[in-house]
């Protein structure tokens, strides 16, 4: 009866193990006692695989057979993460696979460890596209995600002497197994030249773009597969290659070595991410990133409507594309495009669909992030989709003249076009024209964008608006990450928890039990030894797992204000040092993040980290009692082992620059209290977890806003408060760097003379609020019932919320069913 069941699909633990030495066999061509710890994690993953196809073949033959409507989700990044642990889980035979493992001599940690995650996204926004592709999956919801796939991702970081080093990320050095290539689905995409226009024989006006060069797009297909359901999604990265069909006037001249520069030349699009997740530098290279993977998506989707026989007209019924911030925004244009210059549809017509297809979601009120193409840059690349935005401009900007007569200056702002001096197209005013819908990404996010960055368009298009707070998927940040804390919750009501998190609840009434708030601590004790252990091997420091761990992991920005964090940790360090007896709450001040290359800022905010760490852990008279590490290479992987072994979450944003934040709740969800400003979606978690469970301090944005308006001057704050004095000038005396007076200078006096992200104003209130952390800390019980608390009422906070809201109010898809045959 065991030996019944198929080796491709099976999942007993007989079957499993058979598979498994099949695949080593056969498809890594090893043996045991040749193979490597990466042909056995090879195997492993083959194996999984093997269990997916299954459902992904079901599943598209549903969607074709049914013509579903689909999602597509346009995003420049998708942080998906490793794909095995997770595969198993939402497959469900994480256990049967465990076993077999063990059974073979092998341990299932070691082969998900040897995965190496493709890291193709900066942070936050990236990671929430894969949360997002988990819940759709989940929820049953056809949708493609469509990007790039970089060959190579965000850098992988190395500390040297406390400074940030860059190295590339060559994921794709041992193979990837998760992915499946598809030539047969390649497409062209066009770039610069010039267009001619013309009448044609029925006396309508056509446009020939005849372009300089033609990239191709090939497709590589990742199944995304749903939480213990049959739906197996897509996601669809593009890789570039150079098109031969279209230079080879270039091979017949003669010129082979000059045509194959040229092939090298266009390979380059789709090489590496951009680090950077702040400023937009305006570089060719990145608008070419941009317009490829879009043209290719939409090309893709027309494909896919022919296939199904679909009328062009019904495009805005079978796709519901969403545009992940502006990144993908030429899709405005390109969709006019292929509509009106390839498929001859006129403009009124296209316009409609367009704008019925499309929508945007803005993730940031930087100023300094909203992307703008200078005019030139931008005629030169994508000749013809210039002609169309300024058609689009025009058409629009009369829209504003009906609605606002003789309102020059909201013109002006409103324009794709900012003239204001070098000419840039803005592409958050072609996201905004182009969609029918508009959201923010927390509560505060959106209404700051409604009075702010697109106040003029929430006038000219209230309707447009509304807010999709984020979420996190708790299969993989619960689920997977943690364990023992899943048994435990499982044990107490049931598993519907993990697909309805609102069923967290039922926790509540355990927050008091003491029975269950010792299980609770002692889970979350052996997870911090876990930690401490990693961050021996890794940093050779020893931290204390009795210690409160206190995690600010996220990207170094001085907007996230890192070096508040570190205020707090020479405050400390300073009390200590004056009165060596003093009576504290041991801490363990954890960090990890990335800096973009060119930031030199968050760099040397890095360096200030290390350099306080270094002073600190070395001193005998604080070590036992305080240490500071900061975890080199933070990526989704560690990420996973981060959260649930904090005790405090900081989320210490100026007011109003987060625009939601989605690590604060993955650390909040693994039971970690929050020190927080009201910021971004920590002000809705601090509503839905009680503000007797969060701990609160800094000013509002509407004070910073008016603090910034008086004229603020941190050099006040500096002169009355001696603690915070103290702390400054031990930084700028050189004491935590070897005496040089220079170093952590700009740091320091962009903090006493400009301030932007208003750190002095809130110096004080931070410290009493770490105070109040520490206090309570003493009491583990009040601790741990504030902890159970906060996880029972975290259930807003699932991706799987946020999908079913941009499904009920936007996208309009309903679930399907898939029915496996066999
Ligand atoms: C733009 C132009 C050129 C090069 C790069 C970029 C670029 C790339 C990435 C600009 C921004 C990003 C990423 C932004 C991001 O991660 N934003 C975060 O999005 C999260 C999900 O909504 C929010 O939770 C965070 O608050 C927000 O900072």
Known sequence: QVCSEDTRTGVLVETLKRSFLNNLFYVQGKFPGIATQNDYYMALAYMVRDRLLHRWIGTAATYTKQQTRTVAYLSAEFLMGPQLGNNLINLGIYDQVNQAMSELGFNLEDLLEQEEEPGLGNGGLGRLAACYLDSMATLGLASIGYGIRYEFGIFD?????????????????????????????????????????????????????????????????????????????????????????????????????GAVYEKMASENVSKVLYPNDDVSQGKRLRLT???????????????????????????????????????????????????????????????????????????????????????????????????????????????VRIKFPDDEDRISRLSLIDESGERYVRMAHLACVGSHAINGVAELHTQLLKQDVLRDFAEMYPHKFSNKTNGVTPRRFIALSNPPLTQLITDKIGDRWLTQLEDLRQLEPYAEDLEFQHQWQSIKRATKASLAAYIYKQNGISVNPDSMFGIQAKRIHEYKRQHLNVLYIITLYNRLKANPDLDITPRTFLFGGKAAPGYFMAKLMIKLINSVGEV???????????????????????????????????????????????????????GALT??????????????????????????????????????????????????????????????????????????????????????????????AQERVSQLYQDQSAWTRMAILNVARMGKFSSDRSIQDYCDEIWHVDPVKIELSN
């Open 157 to 257: 970081q190395d500390i040297r002497d406390g400074w940030q080093v860059e190295r590339t990320d060559k994921w794709l050095r041992y193979g990837n197994p998760w992915e499946v290539e598809r030539p047969e689905w390649s497409v062209e995409v066009k770039l610069g030249g010039h267009t001619e226009h013309y009448v044609d024989q029925t006396g309508r006006g056509r446009v020939n773009w005849i372009p300089y060069e033609v990239v191709q797009g090939i497709p590589f297909d990742t199944p995304i597969l749903g939480y213990r359901t049959n739906t197996a999604n897509t996601l669809r990265l593009w890789t570039a290659q150079a098109s031969e069909s279209f230079d080879f006037d270039a091979f017949n001249s003669g010129d082979y070595l």
């Open 289 to 399: 990133q941009q317009i490829f993977f879009v043209s290719c998506s939409l090309q893709d989707m027309f494909r896919i409507m022919k296939a199904q026989e679909i009328p062009l007209h019904q495009f805005a019924d079978k796709f519901a594309i969403q545009l992940n911030d502006t990144h993908p925004a030429i899709a405005v244009a390109e969709l006019m495009r292929l509509l009106i210059d390839e498929h001859s549809m006129d403009w009124d017509e296209a316009w409609g669909i367009t704008q019925r297809t499309l929508s945007y979601t803005n993730h940031t009120l930087l100023p300094e992030a909203l992307e703008r193409w200078p005019i030139d840059l931008f005629g030169n690349l994508l000749p013809r989709h210039l002609e169309i935005i300024y058609e689009i401009n025009h058409r629009f900007l009369d829209e």
């Open 616 to 670: 600190v852990n070395r001193d005998p008279e604080v070590r036992d009692r305080l240490k500071v590490v900061f975890l080199k290479d933070y990526n989704v992987k560690l990420a996973q082992r981060v959260y649930p072994a904090a005790d405090l979450s900081e989320q210490i944003s100026t007011a109003g620059k987060e625009a939601s934040g989605t690590g604060n709740m993955k650390f909040a969800l693994n």
């Open 675 to 768: 020190i927080g400003t009201l910021d971004g979606a920590n002000i809705e978690i601090r509503e839905e977890v009680g503000a007797e469970n969060f701990f609160l301090f800094g000013l509002t944005a509407q004070e910073v806003y008016d603090l910034r308006g008086q004229g603020y001057c941190p050099r006040d704050y500096y002169d009355s408060n001696p603690e915070l004095k103290l702390a400054l000038d031990r930084i700028n005396s050189g004491f935590f760097s070897h005496g040089d007076t220079d170093l952590f200078k700009p740091l320091t006096d962009s903090l006493i003379y400009h301030d932007p992200f208003f750190l002095l104003a809130d110096y004080q209130s931070y410290i009493e």
